[in-house]
Every structure is written in structure tokens, then in C-alpha cells.
């Protein structure tokens, strides 16, 4: 198949990045299933266009190969531009009442249903991208916080855990906070360095205290075969199993957990990962999606393969 991945940011991605590296992860996952893929983003990328072309279906359609076959957008387009079938995927929670593009694929089913829709794709990374070790977690080891420092995210649940048990937490992320006692703060990280951090750690806190659509940092943990702490909110509960990690509803609980978090096999949270949110898993269930679009001209009524189970 001939596909376009168009994307309104630059790529790769430079820090964070996570709907950017998910669209890497894509590209790559797609063409190691044998699909031929062409990347539209702007300056700094594989075929750079400029911004304003991206916001213009004309100009959009201006960069497509003759022999597209489908066209994957990471961002709103107001209308069709190009008379080829179009896909979009939703990264954000929208605005209250505000309709989804057409043809729009979400992250998870929370994710999904909040939208009116039952139609969704779990992103997936490239494994190969994360140092995993199989040897069991230690209760020494420290704890790790990994992501925004906003209060959505629920940094300050770790934080607080920290101050209350003297267990060693890690803080990697955002603006420069101060802390002092047993948390660290080391500032925005990525590549090598987060790979190590996430695979070193005893666990990884993700106590979002908002409806996330997907949460792509347990992910990383998971690949990494770190164990995830977490609420239950937006898409976690279907990311985080008892196996894999412990989802809580208040302080006390998550602490009480923490205190059994290193229990959990890595090697168990790897496969749980490898199972089900990897870049040629999401490619493959995309690809599944590219062509019932392509048949019929429409979306399935429900995800095309089986979700985590509860």
C-alpha cells in the first residue's frame, strides 16, 4: 500500500514529543510490514512543507506521490483535499460538543467514547528504542515521575509519597521545581538518558488526575520493564493491568501499593507491551483501518482487533 503521513510538527520530535514520536513509530512500523510510506512536516523532515501549506488542503494535496492510495493526517483539515481517502488521527481531548473530522481514529476507548465514537488505535513504540532488563526490581531502587510538571499530570502525588515514606524519587521533566529530602530533580530528559532512568527504576508514577487520552509514558515503562503506579482516570485502566502495575483512587492507597510495586515481574510488563503497544502492532491495526476505508469508504463500527482485556 501507498501511504501518506502528513504531520503539522516538525519530526523527529526534540524533547518530549509524544504525538511526535508516535507518528515516527508509525512510519517505521509501516514500512517494516513492506507498505511504502511518504512523511509530509514541516522544515527539519523527511519531505519539508511549509506550515501554511499544511493548514491548506490545496497545498497538502500539492505534495502528494500520484500513486497515494491514502492519506493519514495527524491534524484537522477542514475539508478533503486531494479526492484520495483520508484518515485522522485525534492526539487531544476536544472541546465539549465539538464534532470529530471525519474519518477520525482516537487513542483508547475511554478516549473514544467521550467522543461519541467506538472507533480507536492504541499508539505503539519500537521496543528496540528501550533498555530492558530482566533481572526483578529492588524495594531500594527509586521511584520515577516522568512528564509534564503540571498538577493534571499529578507530579505532586509522587512527590508527596516521596516526602511521607523517605523512599528516593527521581523527577524528570518541565520547569525547574524545588525539592529537597529524598526527591531529585533532574531536568527534561530523552533518549538514552530516559531509557536508562525508565529502565533502572523501581517504578514508574502516573498519577494523572485528568482524562488523558492515551498516556504513552506507561508505555515506555512497560517497554522498559518497569511497573506502573497510577489512577484511574482516561485511558490508564486499559494500559495498566493488576500484572503490570496498580491503579489507586487515593494517597493512602497508591502509597500502600508502592509499597508492593516491585513485585511484578519485568519480564511481564515487557510482553504486556510487546503485546499490545508496539509500533508494527499500531501499523498493523492501521493498515487493517487504511483498508476497510479503501473497500467502503467508511471507518469500522468498532476497533479492528481485540483491546487489553479488562
Known sequence: MRVVVASHQPLPATGYGGPQRVIVALVRGLAALGHRVTLLAPPGTVIEVPSRQLADPAGVASHLPRDAEILHTHF????????????QTIHRN???GAPPSPHAIFLSRDHARRHGSEVFIYNGL???????????????????????LHSAKGYHWA?????????????????????????????????????????????????????EPFGLVSVEALLSGTPV???RRGALPELVTPAVGALCDTMDEIIAAADRIQTRDPAACRAHAERFFTHLVMAGEYLRMYQHVLETGTLPAGRATPSVPA
Open 229 to 231: 503506579l497510577g489512577t
Open 76 to 87: 484537522a483539515l477542514r475539508r478533503d483535499p486531494t479526492g484520495i481517502p483520508v484518515v
Open 159 to 211: 512527590v508527596e509519597a516521596a516526602k511521607r515514606t523517605g523512599h528516593r524519587l527521581i523527577v524528570a521533566g518541565g520547569w525547574r521545581p524545588s525539592f529537597t529530602g529524598s526527591v531529585k530533580y533532574v531536568g527534561e530528559v530523552d533518549g538514552t538518558t530516559k531509557a536508562a532512568l525508565l529502565a533502572r527504576a523501581r517504578c514508574l508514577w502516573n498519577p494523572a488526575q485528568w482524562d
Open 126 to 148: 519500537d521496543p528496540a528504542d528501550y533498555v530492558f532488563r530482566r533481572f526483578p526490581k529492588r524495594a531500594e531502587q527509586y521511584d520515577l515521575f516522568l512528564g509534564k
Open 94 to 96: 476536544l472541546k465539549p
